[in-house]
């Protein structure tokens, strides 16, 4: 079992940079190296989407075709976070940012939210001019 808190959203320009992070706090006898990590979004009004995906051991990576090339994933076992840089952010970038867990012993890399067994609460981002 593991808790998950995020942090790092904001308000930023069109433009702009950010970068969110995800702790994640693991239940005794557990390991933060044995979850895949996802960070997912939700705009008002929209279904809730996967934005990218990390492998347990950080090996493979899996974008959502919108922000690709903006976004970058990223993991530290030994500091049991999960990052997710963001740049070039846009408009339609704007949305509650969720990190989500999957507990796993393959380098599996799902992107349904389904398959995700824990969540945090998620961090408002917000671009906006």
């Known amino acids: 079992q593991v808790q998950l808190v995020e942090s790092g959203g904001g308000l930023v320009l069109p433009g702009d940079s950010l970068r969110l992070s995800c702790i994640a706090s693991?239940?005794?006898?557990?390991?933060?190296?044995?979850?895949?990590m996802a960070w997912f979004r939700q705009a008002p009004g929209k279904e809730r989407e996967i934005v990218g995906v990390?492998?347990?051991?950080?090996?493979?990576?899996r974008y959502q075709e919108s922000v690709k090339g903006r976004f970058s994933i990223s993991r530290d076992n030994a500091q049991n976070t999960v990052n997710l840089q963001m740049r070039k952010l846009k408009h339609e970038d704007t949305a509650i940012y969720y990190c989500?867990?999957?507990?796993?012993?393959?380098?599996?890399?799902?992107?349904?939210?389904?398959?995700?067994?824990?969540w945090g609460q998620g961090t408002q981002v917000t671009v906006s001019s």
């Open positions: 989500a867990a999957r507990n796993t012993v393959t380098g599996e890399t799902p992107a349904g939210l389904s398959e995700y067994d824990y």
């Open positions: 990390i492998s347990m051991a950080g090996t493979v990576r």
């Open positions: 693991a239940a005794s006898g557990d390991t933060f190296s044995n979850y895949a």
